[in-house]
């Protein structure tokens, strides 16, 4: 499965009343035109997702915010999730697309394919769900994605997927238009 078609299937299975915080670049371009809007979509702050992720779900706890990320965002912001596991935020779920590259920058393998995730997160104390396999059925899929959106306590679901993005045009918003969306829809 590729990281487009993953988040597609996120669309029929969030509520819409999520926040979802996306990585810069494809990710960002891929959740602006799949899910429901406005989201926050970052842009130039590569690492920095899941730190955004745990600023919202600290900010807002009656909300479930969704961190979806890269394998190479992942690995540019490992110091996160220090903080991540320390505060704890229950609100707060991770899904990692990996395609084993930087595909924004121009398809740079990333270390990911060394990275043992379960031994990763047991390390930070995340609960981590097991993963998606690129060769796993719909139904695997959509049962284990509906595991993380559903779970009580901060977790983690990583997801290998097939490299690939499609050409998407960029979000026409700039950061500030995006702040002010989220403040609309927070009150």
């Known amino acids: 499965m590729y990281g487009y078609e993953l988040?597609?299937?996120?669309?029929?299975?969030?509520?819409?009343?999520?926040?979802?915080?996306s990585t810069n670049g494809n990710i960002s371009r891929q959740?602006?035109?799949?899910l429901p809007r406005p989201q926050i979509y970052l842009r130039g702050s590569m690492g920095l997702g899941i730190?955004?992720?745990?600023?919202?779900?600290?900010?807002?706890?009656?909300?479930?915010?969704?961190?979806?990320?890269?394998?190479?965002?992942?690995?540019?912001?490992?110091?996160?999730?220090?903080?991540?596991?320390?505060?704890?935020?229950?609100?707060?779920k991770i899904l990692i697309l990996d395609?084993?590259?930087?595909?924004?920058?121009?398809?740079?393998?990333?270390?990911?394919?060394v990275l043992n995730y379960a031994s990763l997160f047991e390390g930070f104390g995340i609960t981590n769900l097991e993963p998606i396999q690129r060769e796993d059925s719909i139904n695997i899929i959509r049962e284990r994605i509906q595991s993380l959106l559903g779970a009580a306590r901060l977790c983690v679901l990583p997801a290998l997927v097939n490299s690939d993005p499609p050409s998407l045009s960029n979000i026409p918003w700039h950061?500030?238009?995006?702040?002010?969306?989220q403040r609309e829809t927070s009150e």
């Open 99 to 113: 395609n084993n590259e930087y595909a924004t920058t121009g398809h740079q393998q990333t270390t990911s394919g």
């Open 7 to 21: 988040i597609q299937e996120l669309a029929d299975l969030l509520s819409g009343d999520e926040v979802v915080v």
């Open 31 to 34: 959740v602006y035109h799949y």
């Open 51 to 92: 730190s955004v992720g745990v600023g919202v779900a600290l900010s807002r706890p009656k909300k479930q915010v969704l961190v979806v990320t890269g394998d190479g965002n992942l690995l540019m912001g490992l110091s996160s999730l220090a903080t991540t596991s320390f505060v704890g935020p229950k609100n707060l």
């Open 175 to 181: 950061p500030e238009k995006i702040a002010a969306l």
